[in-house]
């Protein structure tokens, strides 16, 4: 499919969201959203009950899915209870980990048919639904287990189109169930840090941040190419990933980079996007690497001389209070990966890769003293994860994926305490919506286009986000 305005609306569903395009196709690009509705009930600090136990209901153990299975058996309190994926081995290999390396899981297997997770959000017995299907599946999937009275934990985005960010945020505000889009990157390391020095004032107003995702996934390591028993290939690049790439256009996975500096911005709670232009490159490796493996693998000769998105793509957004925000994507150039990377103030600048802080024109601080600097800011969040990682001597798995993080151990601890989530469904709207708008202002020459106030004009009043010192909760442990 030829992208096309008339298309291009439909897939990135700008058709019935309220996004106004003059006559002759360029952007104005005018969304009225804020204005035409009221919140329901705002999920910004939200507390649901708290749970004894967080009964968990799995849906999609791929790659991701099946580390998560571990990461979440690792936590105390949480007992797993059904696993659903289309390839029954995917859900017996899972299933029997579970039950060689943790006690008090009986997970049911659903792989019946493309449905069945419907199945699994339909039981009284789980509160918890955790997605990590393709894209296109998410939305459709959180609305369903919200209105079954359950709480959602799904992997990004939480929405491929605008109509289905919004469609999450009002079921959410309807059921009053949590909706937890998981960006790791967001609760440790030095985006902890940073968040901190920022709340302590140490950069002065924030002026600009930057946050990407750069992952080079077409590099020449053959094996990444290399197809398994069930036609996947390419770490990252399964087959409906490698489609996701073909007739679509702009930043297609932001919210790694954007998490941490929308939360270190209070985006929100405080402040709120205002509007965004995109632009990308022309594609100048994805077509060779499909006429070259098609050389030695018929399997890809339909990818052949289809439109792939082009390699780079530059988002940039600008707040309320007139910051600005860079997001770049590119996952098929040869270059070293970046993820959250940078944060100016008018006092302070940070920057990763190597990390780095600055006061100055003059230069970065000296390595000790950024030592310092990263030891007395670092939060309570992530010591207290530490110390908890440490009590337990987990993580010491080989596959990254399965080693639990401060994100998963800290959502999982509010359901248990009946805390307010660290990130809510607002955050999660507004990280995916960035996305379908790419993709317009991308066919549109990089107009303008205005990004939906998801909390409808609550950010003026909504308090901050991550409790960063851990004032509330942290009591649950970790299990080896
Ligand atoms: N947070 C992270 O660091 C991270 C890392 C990798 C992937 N992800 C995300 O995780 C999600 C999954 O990615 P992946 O790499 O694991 O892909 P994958 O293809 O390995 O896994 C997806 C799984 O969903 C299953 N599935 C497809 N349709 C289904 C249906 N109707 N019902 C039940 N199961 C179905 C597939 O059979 C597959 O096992 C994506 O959203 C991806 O962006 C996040």
Same mark, same amino acid.
């Given at each position: ?33 804020? +204005? ?45 209870? +059904?696993?659903?994926?289309? $390839? ?103 985006? +902890? ?52 790439? $073909?007739?679509? /256009? ?60 082009? /390699? ?169």
């Amino acid at each position: 499919m030829k992208i096309n305005r008339k298309n291009f609306l439909k897939v990135a569903g700008l058709a019935t969201a309220g996004v106004m395009v003059d006559n002759n196709g360029a952007a104005r690009g005018i969304t009225t959203p804020s +204005a035409q509705r009221t919140q329901q009930f705002n999920m910004h600090g939200f507390a649901a009950p708290k749970l004894d136990k967080v009964r968990v209901g799995i849906v999609g153990v791929g790659e991701r899915g099946s580390g998560t299975v571990v990461r979440l058996a690792s936590i105390q309190g949480v007992e797993i209870k +059904a696993l659903c994926d289309v $390839v029954p081995h995917r859900v017996e290999s899972s299933a029997s980990l579970l039950k060689k390396e943790f006690s008090g899981h009986s997970p049911q297997s659903y792989s019946d048919n493309p449905q069945s997770w419907k199945q699994v959000c339909e039981r009284a017995d789980i509160d918890l639904i955790y997605i990590a299907t393709p894209w296109n599946l998410h939305a459709r999937i959180a609305v369903y287990a919200m209105e079954q009275g359950k709480h959602v934990y799904t992997e990004l985005p939480v929405g491929s189109t605008v109509e289905e960010c919004w469609k999450v945020v009002t079921t959410s505000e309807k059921t009053r169930k949590h909706c937890f889009m998981g960006c790791g990157s967001c609760h440790d390391g030095m985006a +902890a840090v940073v968040l901190n020095m920022v709340r302590k004032g140490y950069f002065g107003d924030l002026v600009h941040g930057e946050g990407h995702y750069i992952h080079d996934r077409v590099s020449n390591n053959e094996q990444r190419w290399v197809r398994d028993k069930d036609n996947n290939n390419w770490y990252g690049y399964r087959p409906w990933r490698l489609q996701e790439n $073909v007739n679509r /256009n702009g930043n297609l996975y932001p919210a790694h980079g954007l998490g941490p500096v929308a939360q270190i911005m209070d985006l929100n709670y405080g402040d709120k996007m205002d509007y965004m232009v995109s632009i990308s490159s022309g594609d100048f490796t994805m077509k060779h690497k499909m006429a070259e493996i098609s050389q030695t693998d018929e399997y890809f000769k339909p990818y052949v001389g289809l439109d792939f998105r082009g /390699n780079m793509n530059t988002t940039i957004i600008r707040t309320h209070r007139g910051r600005t925000i860079m997001l770049q994507h590119d996952i098929s150039s040869p270059r070293p990966g970046h993820r959250f990377d940078l944060i100016s103030g008018n006092k302070a600048i940070y920057r990763a890769r190597p990390d780095r802080l600055a006061t100055s024109h003059d230069g970065w601080l000296p390595q000790e003293e950024f030592d310092r600097l990263v030891e007395e800011y670092t939060p309570g969040i992530t010591r207290k994860f530490a110390e908890k990682r440490d009590e337990a001597r987990v993580n010491n798995r080989s596959r990254g994926y399965e080693r639990v993080t401060a994100s998963d151990w800290r959502l999982i601890d509010c359901l248990r305490n009946g805390l307010p989530l660290e990130m809510d469904v607002y955050d999660a709207a507004l990280w995916s919506v960035i996305t379908p708008l790419s993709e317009w202002s991308v066919a549109n020459q990089g107009a303008t286009i205005k990004i939906p106030d998801f909390t409808a004009g609550s950010w003026q009043t909504n308090k901050s986000g991550m409790d960063i010192d851990i004032k509330q909760g942290g009591t649950t442990k970790l299990v080896s």
